[in-house]
């Protein structure tokens, strides 16, 4: 497939020969003014913008700015005399463009530079498209915590439910059994119906934890709407954390500190996968109970939550003991594709995903290495009016 090269000159004997040069190799689009050439970049994807510094309406350097800014994708290149190598090298410095080419060009050059272009527009597009393949790979793996953790949640009160529902059967064919006689024992019939009752209530209890878990599970894992509500995060918090309780019962003690906030606005969906990220990324600074245990964890595995009210704004910390993050891998740490780091922060990809949805709310995430060790991650979100 050809990239599509556009090449801006007011003078038109120049376009003629650049389209006579290249079109063999590209799909090039021409024009003659800074206004034709952004109209054509509105309406068409261009992988390369070639431009001349010296037009009447803009030069350009003015042309490539305003390219940076609105199509930020396109290789900027400018075509320069030897008279404005000053601008050309400003250009570059400032990052407005990415090369420049003097006149009158060489045709190979040329190519050969616009073919360099042309793969490095490429090369960002895939890096792009791996960019986002890996988020959505992370927001596969943060449902996979979740995933397992209900699964441990449920066994449980499943358990007990058949228990409980085996029972009541036993016990009301028993009663039956013997209301059936021509001399029923009543008061025998009516124990096994009381006993029966008692368990049947029991069943309703084990139902209602089943239920709650099932709603909860929908609070991190529901694609939240770009519409804003208020959101009371405490309530964010308090299910989050019922979703993980079972990978807190076998790894870190849990240290809450939770005093009463304003509303934030945003998604409690969304909210709820910040708070879920932040809290995975605490639990896996210390290494799981080996050889499948379920005993509790070690008494000096612990996590800190503290959320409390800080001016205009909501403050969520959740701190850990654990394993330290370097502090070279903290600057990068909300950064998924920075090199050196992977190794020490597992959940890096969750934690972009929280800061893109912090940002986007309005609000601020960080992290740092407190006096006592370990992580301190620092959600701080406006309180809504």
């Given at each position: ?129 791996l960019r986002r393949r890996l988020l959505e790979t992370e927001r596969v793996y943060a449902i996979g915590v979740v995933a397992a953790s209900i699964g441990k949640e449920l066994t449980r009160p499943i358990s007990h439910l058949n228990e409980a529902l085996a029972a009541t059967r036993q016990m009301t064919t028993n009663a039956v059994g013997m209301l059936a006689g021509p001399e029923p024992p009543i008061k025998k019939a009516r124990a096994e119906l009381e006993a029966s009752e008692a368990q049947l209530a029991g069943a309703q209890l084990f139902a209602a934890r089943i239920l709650e878990l099932l709603r909860g599970m929908d609070l991190p894992l529901r694609e939240g709407s770009n519409e804003q509500e ?156």
């Amino acid at each position: 497939m050809k990239h599509r090269v556009l090449y801006v000159d007011d003078d038109e004997p120049n376009l003629y020969v650049f389209e006579a040069a290249c079109a063999n190799d590209f799909d090039v689009r021409t024009a003659t003014s800074a206004a034709t050439a952004l109209a054509i970049m509105r309406q068409e994807e261009v992988a390369v913008l070639l431009t001349d510094q010296r037009m009447p309406e803009t030069t350009g350097v003015e042309l490539a700015a305003r390219v940076r800014d609105e199509f930020p994708d396109t290789i900027r290149m400018l075509v320069t005399a030897y008279s404005d190598l000053d601008s050309a090298i400003d250009a570059i410095n400032w990052g407005q463009v990415h090369r420049y080419l003097r006149k009158p060009w060489d045709i190979r050059e040329l190519r050969a530079t616009l073919n360099e272009a042309c793969e490095l527009y490429q090369m960002n597009h895939e890096m792009t498209d791996l960019r986002r393949r890996l988020l959505e790979t992370e927001r596969v793996y943060a449902i996979g915590v979740v995933a397992a953790s209900i699964g441990k949640e449920l066994t449980r009160p499943i358990s007990h439910l058949n228990e409980a529902l085996a029972a009541t059967r036993q016990m009301t064919t028993n009663a039956v059994g013997m209301l059936a006689g021509p001399e029923p024992p009543i008061k025998k019939a009516r124990a096994e119906l009381e006993a029966s009752e008692a368990q049947l209530a029991g069943a309703q209890l084990f139902a209602a934890r089943i239920l709650e878990l099932l709603r909860g599970m929908d609070l991190p894992l529901r694609e939240g709407s770009n519409e804003q509500e208020k959101v009371a995060l405490d309530d964010v918090l308090r299910l989050t954390l019922q979703l993980l309780r079972g990978e807190f019962r076998t790894r870190a003690q849990i240290q809450l500190d939770v005093k009463s906030v304003p509303f934030v606005l945003g998604s409690s969906s969304r909210l709820g996968q910040v708070v879920l990220n932040l809290l995975v990324n605490a639990l896996q600074s210390f290494p799981p109970a080996s050889g499948g245990q379920t005993r509790s964890p070690k008494p000096e595995n612990l996590v800190i939550v503290r959320l409390l009210s800080r001016s205009n704004s909501v403050c969520l910390e959740v701190e850990d003991n654990g394993a330290p993050i370097s502090e070279s891998s903290l600057t990068h740490v909300f950064d998924p594709l920075k090199s050196g780091s992977s190794l020490l922060v597992p959940n890096r990809l969750g934690l972009a995903i929280s800061k893109r949805i912090v940002e986007e709310l309005g609000g601020t995430i960080e992290a740092e290495r407190p006096s006592t060790g370990g992580t301190r991650w620092r959600l701080m979100l406006p309180a809504a009016p």
